[in-house]
């Protein structure tokens, strides 16, 4: 899987070439490219932004970098390449938009800042290639790097190879539509702080139901959101 990022600030990336994500690109099971946006200007001040029409705060990222950007990077005819802009304003980025995600072949990012780029310029690349505007969470963030290098990290770590024991992937956090239960490990007391006896039993089956009981108890506390109305999670055995 390739994902090609266009953005003000390229250095911002540099941490991907570490951990997990590090060692999948070395291994060629991902692909990154990362496009300085002000390569596509021409003013001797490299500008990417402007005033908005209409007034207000804030300044909105200019149309003519981002479609040369796009030139460049989708070709002239239709593309098979999934365009993600980075926007607060967008459908919220979750692990089910991740699973679909990790099944693109490439993904290119465009990552805004200031107060968004150009709506004129997401309308034109969905005349080429399939768009998607998407958020991190409701929050603002000042640009969309940081909610671009988490999406590449949720997306990228569900390709086929890049995690070791794709197990792991099966029982985490919202992948059943529960949080996840509690973990532990050696030593068996720790500052006075035991292990919960089941976990040490070797019996499968009760671990299971303690472990679905725990997930199912931090859900209802944390995330009751996360849980159908009647609460009716059934643990799946
Ligand atoms: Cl994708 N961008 C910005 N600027 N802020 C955000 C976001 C994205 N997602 C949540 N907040």
Wanted: proline letters at 6%.
């Amino acid at each position: 899987m390739r994902f090609d990022i266009v953005t003000i600030f390229p250095e911002f990336f540099g941490v991907l070439d570490v951990s997990l994500l590090g060692r999948a690109r070395r291994e060629r099971l991902l692909e990154l490219g990362v496009h300085d946006l002000r390569q596509w200007t021409h003013d001797r001040h490299r500008t990417v932004d402007d005033t908005p029409y209409g007034g207000g705060a804030g300044m909105v990222m200019k149309p003519e970098p981002w479609g040369e950007a796009f030139d460049a990077l989708l070709g002239d005819g239709d593309s098979d390449a999934l365009v993600i802009f980075t926007t607060p304003a967008g459908v919220p980025f979750t692990q089910s938009l991740a699973r679909e995600l990790a099944t693109e072949q490439r993904i290119v990012f465009a990552c805004g800042r200031y107060e968004g780029i150009d709506a004129r310029v997401a309308e034109h690349v969905a005349t080429r290639a399939r768009v998607l505007e998407v958020s991190l969470g409701d929050y603002v963030l000042n640009g969309g790097e940081v909610a671009a290098m988490a999406m590449i990290e949720a997306i990228g770590r569900l390709v086929p190879g890049v995690v070791g024991n794709p197990e792991s992937l099966v029982e985490e956090s919202h992948e059943a539509g529960l949080l996840e239960h509690p973990s532990y490990t050696k030593p068996h007391v720790w500052r006075g702080l035991e292990v919960p006896d089941v976990l040490r039993g070797g019996n499968h089956a009760a671990v299971a139901a303690w472990r679905h009981e725990q997930a199912l108890e931090r859900t209802r506390r944390v995330r009751p959101d996360l849980l159908p109305d009647d609460g009716d999670v059934s643990p799946g055995l």
